[in-house]
């Protein structure tokens, strides 16, 4: 406060002297681990200055331009993890103080597709046909799924006894299905 004083009469007037806060950034998380399947996902980044980001790993992508300014919901996007083995990734954000760059990373470990595929047998398991000269048996088929790989049916491997209808007998048909992460 600073206070003058002219002719009998006084006078204050109050000037607040303020400093800009120093640039800053933060992270609502500093690490996530994410399923094998991919996809999309966010987290919160704070700050009061302008920053940039990169990735570490070509398998994680972002649609936010890799500079910005001030406070905004960071969204990136994992491809699907194929292999049984878990990866790991840094997202580095950036900004500047003064003449220097200070970072903040964000990690990223993305599971390891280590579930198999569902197989499932279309129609009953178990099956009793009148033996029959004249006909050929037709197999109903199996389809199987993947939760990182999706349909999988055109990998059904099918094998085991060949049925000859001519012939009575109990036979067995086997159906496997492999994904990526094998």
């Known amino acids: 406060t600073f206070t003058t004083t002219s002719g009998g009469n006084t006078q204050t007037r109050t000037h607040r002297i303020t400093q800009d806060p120093a640039p800053s950034l933060s992270l609502n998380s500093q690490q996530h681990i994410q399923p094998p399947i991919g996809g999309t996902y966010s987290f919160n980044v704070n700050s009061n200055t302008q920053w940039s980001w990169s990735s570490s790993a070509e ?27 878990s990866r790991i990734a840094q997202i ?3 900004f500047t103080v003064g ?33 029959d000269r004249d006909s050929e048996y037709t197999d109903q088929g199996a389809t199987c799924s993947d939760a990182v790989d999706g349909n999988l049916d055109a990998a059904v491997e099918v094998s085991g006894d060949v049925i000859d209808m001519r012939q009575p007998g109990t036979y067995t048909i086997l159906y496997n299905c492999r994904d990526t992460a094998g």
């Open 59 to 85: 398998w994680v992508s972002s649609t936010v331009p890799s500079t910005q300014s001030f406070s905004l919901p960071f969204q990136y996007t994992l491809e699907p993890n194929t292999s049984t083995s």
């Open 92 to 94: 580095s954000f950036g």
């Open 99 to 131: 003449d220097r760059t200070v970072y903040q990373n964000f990690r990223i470990t993305q599971q390891g597709d280590t579930k198999p595929p569902v197989i499932k047998l279309t129609g009953s398991s178990r099956m009793t046909v009148e033996a």
